[in-house]
């Protein structure tokens, strides 16, 4: 079955210093593989995605994320986080059609910023 | 343009209640999705509807339904309530059923169960 793993559930950076999230995933065949954001009490914003083709994705607000099939890993960066980007990020991988459209999330990471 | 839609934002209901949630998706989007997020947890899938059809379904009760109108808004109906029912309830749309996983979320209904 598919199955996304954040590792960590809160990380703490500083404003101004890079951010790296973590996310590994189990699929069988080619994942579609997304990166949400959800502020508290809000639904999810889509961050970016990977369908095929170049491993490394731009998404919005200046965060980029590298699929690495040998890893099973797709690990979202921003070079330099601002404190508005303290919110929840979920990992999520696209699942296959016989269960329907379906999106499979992590658990979530927590991010916090300290100025 | 306009965003996926929810209502209502907040319910409070009682054990052993009904409640009904609705969504109408992006405008051009022929397909809803539902899924449940408890605290603490990320999104578990309940179903998704395409051409007023269900698609799929993922490991939620009896008591959960849902069904999809000729405008492609969608409404989603849990029987019964427990209070383990008690979650963010969110909608989520897309262009195409079997080939556009890209999904956009609605801002979701805070259900309470007590």
């Known amino acids: 079955a598919q199955s996304v793993t954040q590792p960590d559930i809160h990380i703490t950076v500083s404003e101004g210093a890079s951010l790296e999230l973590r996310c590994n995933y189990s699929y069988g065949a080619t994942p579609y593989l997304f990166w949400y954001v959800q502020s508290p009490g809000q639904g999810l914003q889509l961050l970016l995605k990977?369908?095929?083709?170049?491993?490394l994705v731009q998404g919005i607000k200046g965060f980029e994320a590298e699929f690495k099939r040998s890893q099973s890993s797709f690990n979202l960066r921003k070079p330099s986080v601002h404190w508005s980007d303290a919110a929840e990020y979920f990992c999520?991988?696209?699942?296959?059609?016989?269960?329907?459209?379906?999106?499979?999330f992590g658990a979530g990471t927590i991010l916090r910023v300290k100025s | 343009d306009a965003g996926v839609t929810q209502s209502p934002t907040h319910l409070i209901k009682t054990r052993g209640q009904h409640v009904t949630l609705r969504c109408s998706p992006i405008?051009?989007?022929?397909?809803v999705s539902w899924y449940q997020q408890v605290l603490g947890q990320g999104p578990q899938f309940i179903f998704q509807y395409y051409e007023k059809e269900e698609r799929g379904r993922g490991n939620f009760p009896d008591r959960f339904s849902a069904r999809q109108f000729p405008n492609y808004s969608s409404e989603l109906n849990v029987n019964a309530l427990l209070l383990g029912d008690s979650a963010l309830y969110l909608c989520?749309?897309?262009?195409?059923?079997?080939?556009?996983?890209?999904?956009?979320f609605g801002p979701g209904t805070r259900l309470t169960v007590t």
């Open positions: 989520a749309s897309s262009l195409v059923s079997v080939s556009s996983y890209e999904q956009y």
């Open positions: 999520a991988v696209g699942a296959s059609r016989e269960y329907g459209n379906k999106l499979v």
């Open positions: 405008s051009g989007h022929k397909s």
């Open positions: 990977y369908f095929s083709g170049d491993t």
